[in-house]
């Protein structure tokens, strides 16, 4: 962790692919409504949605780092470590939601592929049984065959499953983890006051109201003014 002139965080290097934010204030990539501590805090669904959506334009082997524009000066010492540490945690916590999704959606494929093996043995069984009853007629050979097709349909939902459902789970799961341990570095621009600091997150908390302000005004501008 580095802190240098007008810069505050971890240093990028060149071989980094750079996602970049501009903001007038830190809480604005917080969730404005969620009163968690810092390092548990959930980003702002939009400041969220442009970092991924970056992410996702890049090389999957691409090393990632996000570089904040921040239009005020430098405030605590330790809040580019902050925000590195809460940003970290959040999508290492979204890695996990990720693979427990994965998990659960595998749970789901195991039944329905159980339900729809039994399924099919027993169309194939009861249209076995059907047309020996009917002796061949035309009749039970259209019942057959589409106790057939009912049964093969019926494998459609595990087929999908073990197919095709997993593997965006699992990319998605990769995406955060690389964005879980990105280096983080603070660009200051002091277009703010010089004290603009302290009415900012880690100052205050992130769901506080600025002094000026009712509690539950609209704080700031969008999460993300981005560039």
């Avoid at 879980?180 to 900012?200: H, L």
Wanted: one cysteine or more.
């Amino acid at each position: 962790m580095s802190r240098e002139g007008s810069s505050a965080g971890d240093t990028i290097s060149s071989e980094c692919r750079v996602i970049e934010v501009r903001v007038s204030e830190l809480r604005q990539l917080f969730n404005a409504i969620d009163p968690s501590p810092f390092r548990d805090r959930d980003l702002d669904p939009r400041a969220e949605e442009f970092i991924v959506g970056w992410a996702r334009d890049l090389p999957r082997d691409a090393r990632l780092a996000l570089l904040v524009h921040l239009e005020r000066s430098a405030g605590q010492g330790d809040e580019a470590r902050l925000l590195r540490e809460s940003i970290h945690q959040y999508f290492a916590q979204r890695a996990m939601d990720s693979r427990r999704r994965l998990r659960e959606l595998f749970r789901q494929g195991r039944i329905s592929l159980v339900i729809a093996l039994a399924f099919l043995g027993a169309s194939i069984a009861a249209g076995d049984a059907l047309a020996s009853s009917l002796r061949d007629t035309h009749f039970a050979e259209i019942v057959r065959e589409g106790l057939l097709i009912g049964g093969w349909v019926a494998m459609w939902r595990p087929l999908e499953v073990f197919l095709y459902d997993w593997w965006p789970i699992r990319a998605e799961a990769r995406l955060f983890d690389r964005l879980s341990t990105m280096p983080v570095r603070i660009e200051y621009e002091e277009v703010a006051t010089g004290d603009a600091w302290r009415d900012d997150w880690p100052a205050v908390p992130a769901y506080e109201p600025r002094p000026s302000q009712p509690r539950g005004a609209r704080q700031g501008a969008p999460p993300a003014t981005l560039e």
